[in-house]
DNA sequence: TTGAAAGCGCTACCAC
DNA sequence: GTGGTAGCGCTTTCAA
């Protein structure tokens, strides 16, 4: 038997693989879906005519009879994908792709272009081209997820969604928030403000939470004037960083929902004079790469957003495999970690969960 | 006639819509498909049915007897997704996403990690699971697009590829560098370093060349002195500034090959007490948000990303169409934008292509 | 202009 | 454990 050396495998059938085996097209399929009900003789002979052909079985004409696609859309609104400076969005697929190549399955992307766009978007996916659905949401109110579940399309949300009833897993925005102010109280931070995301997004309203938690837990009272909201870019953390300093000249250290609004807001700092983290310590979220091309480095919680891919990924192959039980949702730790921006004496590199 | 409400489109066919409509399921065919051989009534009859019963063609059976698959695979290689701060890679996405999006055709997203997992992305594209691919690269010496077209897979390249014969798209990376050099010298500095990209790389090597070629058209002697390399990296960026400095302290300007770098550079221009514009001025290359987040704000080359994924995608869809022709490439303009950076007196906000 | 019918390559059921 | 075979939903000849 002369071993060719595999070529372009399109144009080779089962029924070519099954003839040169001297099987039934059944048993060759049995061999290739990993059927175990076939005999020792007969796998091997599949296998080695399988190989000799370089065959590779026909997804469409497998699909046609399974009914399944084997295919996951992922589907990125417009505004998720203009977050800036931070990689968030080629992290997140990679902890998809991940997820997906290790069940076979193809990853179909999405870029719906404003509301038209995604309606067609809706039709298409509810037309059932895929076997679900990954939605990376920025802005919760999106009217997508629901729709999908309404059309009985299993879909997980990346991002804690607006609506309850749909799996999701999200980053623990509360909790990493909380650190951040734990970290800078026990520094003997006294009057530590914050710059809060939009209110009517989940990480914003999350943050906020988690830094009004950790100083009811300290039994600091929350003084309202000491927080401000901006909407994660770079000028509107300078101006609410402006407008802190104006209210309340002295606080003493700031946590700030996002590294893009720190970075303004330290600029805002240095503006007024005020010396980081000397006279006022800050702490960002993101720990985006701007942390690093800041003066001084920018302390920052640092999210899993690779692993929040392969989790959403999961979470779906579930929901595909077997439609029911409760909506499941994950929660993933967020990381402090500690540069100069927050530590007064030129101290050391502890970091915390 | 009663319009019933478009629900979930899974199981309507072909049959269905011609037994509603009066009419055989070929004459259907020949509707959905846009065929102009079919009578006005008929026409009319099977559009109103397909309405009613919101069928959506089953993309399996069609591929199955068209033997297309109606996809594109977009390929990123590992390293192409670790660009920082830049958001270079969902921008392309973007650009793809819309012009396959109006020839309806599917985005099937690669993320290979490493050589092996590049090997299986390599044997299932050959296998035929898509019509074409797109393949963004950043390291020019990556063997795919070569082992792709030698299985005769249509294949677009953005960025140069090391190879000749394949299609590709690029930006004008020489003239870019160029444009920036022109402005340098037109605000009057002498002596222009330069810190470049890695030379195994055709951004890094484009970059220089265009460098290099502008002097040269203004009669300034290439000195070697002003000409160091680095890795793409803010770290590479301060040390090789600090390496141009100890060796021609002289420089009055200089170009960066790309953003991040060229914030690194700043670093140690201010290390070395040196001022910006007015001791040095500076540019960098794509116009990434780190610009406007670095004290002062950065001159930049700015790049079409999004164009390039949409002219990458026009190239494949014609490449699919009729394999033949002589290999196309297209080459984008790039802008220069000018911040403070680059110009002492705290003047004006010109650009030029 | 229209319809009948032959598959596309595969899985899964049923019989042996 | 194995093989025969009936479709999955669609496009595309070929005739009418």
Redesign the pocket.
Same mark, same amino acid.
């Given at each position: 038997m002369v071993t060719v050396h595999a070529r372009r495998a399109v144009?080779v @059938?089962?029924?070519q693989?099954a003839s040169l085996a001297?099987?039934? *097209?059944? @048993? +060759?399929? *049995?061999v290739?879906?990993g059927d175990? *009900?076939?005999?020792e003789?007969?796998?091997v002979a599949v296998e080695a005519a399988v190989h000799e052909l370089g065959? +590779?079985?026909?997804r %469409? %004409?497998?699909s046609? +009879? @399974? *009914?399944r696609s084997d295919s996951v859309a992922v589907v990125i609104p417009e505004p998720s994908a203009q977050v800036f400076g931070d990689p968030f969005f080629p992290r997140v697929l990679r902890g998809i792709s991940d997820a997906l190549a290790e069940e076979s399955m193809q990853l179909v992307l999405l870029m719906p272009q404003g509301r038209t766009d995604e309606g067609r978007v809706g039709r298409y996916l509810a037309a059932g081209h895929v076997d679900g659905v990954l939605l990376v949401s920025l802005h919760g109110s999106d009217p997508l997820p629901g729709a999908l579940q309404h059309d009985r399309v299993p879909v997980v949300v990346g991002g804690r969604p607006r609506g309850s009833g749909i799996p999701y897993v999200d980053v623990d925005n509360r909790g990493g928030a909380s650190s951040a102010v734990q970290h800078l109280l026990e520094r003997g931070r006294q009057r530590v403000a914050t710059i809060a995301g939009p209110q009517d997004m989940a990480p914003g309203a999350d943050r906020l939470a988690g830094y009004h938690e950790r100083l009811a837990l300290a039994e600091h009272a929350s003084d309202p004037q000491l927080v401000e909201t901006a909407d994660f870019t770079l000028d509107g953390g300078r101006d609410a960083m402006a407008r802190l300093l104006e209210r309340a000249p002295d606080l003493d250290a700031v946590f700030v929902a996002s590294d893009l609004m720190a970075v303004g807001a330290m600029a805002a700092l240095r503006a007024a004079g005020r010396a980081i983290p000397d006279d006022v310590a800050i702490v960002g979220f993101d720990d985006s790469p701007l942390t690093t091309t800041t003066q001084p480095p920018l302390s920052s919680v640092r999210q899993p957003i690779e692993e929040m891919g392969r989790e959403m990924t999961r979470l779906l192959i579930r929901e595909i495999r077997s439609l029911g039980g409760p909506p499941r949702r994950v929660i993933l730790d967020t990381q402090l970690v500690v540069r100069e921006s927050s530590v007064a004496d030129a101290g050391g590199d502890d970091s915390r969960g």
């Open positions: 144009g @059938t089962l029924e693989v001297n099987v039934s *097209r059944a @048993t +060759v399929s *049995r290739v879906n175990r *009900r076939v005999g003789f007969s796998r065959y +590779v079985p026909n %469409a %004409a497998r046609l +009879v @399974t *009914r």
